[in-house]
């Protein structure tokens, strides 16, 4: 896909390796949103890289959240060509702790962003870029990325929420 002049949304954009995907894009000509809940680094992020770059306050696990933020990217830009997925959060509690067993509120925090938000993206995502023109001839309308992690498999003491959420 030739990025340059494409339409990005890129969650967890704000920091790690969703700011670096935002800053490589912008390099490369694309028009990059970042949704994040960090709004101070977000748009710090997005006034560093200047008017081809901005910020929206994006809950991925709030379907009205995602729908919202969706919106403001199409009347900006018109399109969505790319959508990746880097937002999440982890925690770090044991299954069974001096406190007791882990709370099952705090594992479904997790599932939500990590699991749910990630799928809450990508079909509305999937339903903008369904409108788009073919950009191949493959008939192509965008490509989404959702990034896992070896913690699925190489889970660590106190990571049975964010392991599971990322298989």
Same mark, same amino acid.
């Given at each position: 896909?030739?990025i340059?002049?494409k339409?990005?949304i890129?969650?967890?954009?704000? @920091?790690?390796?969703g700011e670096?995907?935002?800053?490589?894009?912008?390099?490369m000509?694309a028009?990059v949103?970042?949704?994040?809940?960090?709004e101070?680094?977000?748009?710090?992020?997005a006034?560093e890289?200047g008017?081809n770059?901005s910020y929206?306050n994006?809950?991925v696990?709030?379907?009205?959240?995602v729908q919202a933020?969706?919106?403001?990217?199409m009347?900006?830009?018109?399109a969505?060509?790319i959508?990746c997925?880097?937002?999440g959060?982890?925690?770090a509690?044991?299954?069974l702790?001096k406190?007791?067993?882990?709370?099952l509120a705090?594992?479904?925090?997790v599932?939500q962003?990590?699991?749910?938000?990630?799928f809450?993206?990508?079909?509305?995502a999937?339903?903008?870029?369904?409108?788009?023109?073919?950009?191949?001839r493959?008939?192509g309308?965008?490509v989404?990325i959702?990034?896992?992690?070896?913690?699925?498999?190489?889970?660590?003491?106190g990571?049975?929420?964010?392991?599971? @959420?990322?298989?």
């Amino acid at each position: 896909m030739e990025i340059a002049g494409k339409v990005a949304i890129i969650t967890g954009g704000a @920091s790690g390796l969703g700011e670096a995907t935002v800053r490589r894009l912008a390099g490369m000509g694309a028009r990059v949103a970042i949704f994040d809940m960090n709004e101070a680094r977000g748009n710090a992020v997005a006034a560093e890289l200047g008017a081809n770059v901005s910020y929206q306050n994006v809950n991925v696990s709030s379907e009205e959240s995602v729908q919202a933020a969706i919106a403001a990217v199409m009347a900006r830009h018109g399109a969505l060509h790319i959508c990746c997925n880097y937002a999440g959060i982890a925690n770090a509690i044991k299954t069974l702790g001096k406190q007791g067993a882990f709370p099952l509120a705090e594992f479904n925090k997790v599932i939500q962003v990590n699991l749910v938000g990630t799928f809450n993206v990508l079909r509305l995502a999937a339903e903008q870029m369904a409108k788009n023109e073919p950009i191949n001839r493959d008939g192509g309308r965008g490509v989404i990325i959702n990034t896992a992690s070896v913690a699925a498999y190489e889970g660590q003491i106190g990571q049975a929420a964010y392991s599971a @959420s990322k298989g």
